[in-house]
């Protein structure tokens, strides 16, 4: 049997302001990205600042894309998946108009599946050009990363 992959490309957006891309074989859900989009960055981080004066000194984005979580079902891991639907996003933010005025691509690593290392996750976004960044030192406690536009 042979197992056809496919990028379910509309992009879900749920009320509290959430977007998921899919990632299916034959039809089955096998992983997905879960992303917010920010107009304003200071509206997602403003509540560690008292002035936007300095919150923008220290991170000078405005249009950021927040990738929230991707996520691979665990009999799926391990082949690939992952980078395909993390290509595809790339894709995405950097060649469609609807992603344009977005300056950047916002993570913050968080490994919450047992068998990764954050080292090993860091890694895994390195090798898409994610930069490791030290904007909140104080305030956060996971490593952050960032992608811009190529």
Known sequence: MVRKLELHADLKTFNNGYEFLNFLIDGENVGEIKFERFEDSFEMFGFMFHAEEKFFK????????????????????????????????????????????????????????????????????????????????EELFNRIMIYKRK
Request: charged letters at 30%; zero cysteines; proline letters at 2%.
């Open 58 to 137: 220290i991170f000078p984005y405005h249009k950021i894309i927040n990738l929230s979580i991707l996520f691979i079902e665990e009999k799926f891991r391990n082949k690939g998946i992952a980078t395909t639907l993390m290509t595809k996003f790339l894709e995405l933010f950097n060649k469609t108009e609807e992603f344009k005025k977005y300056e950047i691509i916002y993570l913050e690593v968080d490994p919450y599946i047992d068998n990764i290392s954050e080292k090993d996750l860091t890694n895994f976004y390195k090798k898409f050009g994610f930069e490791e960044k030290v904007f909140f030192k």
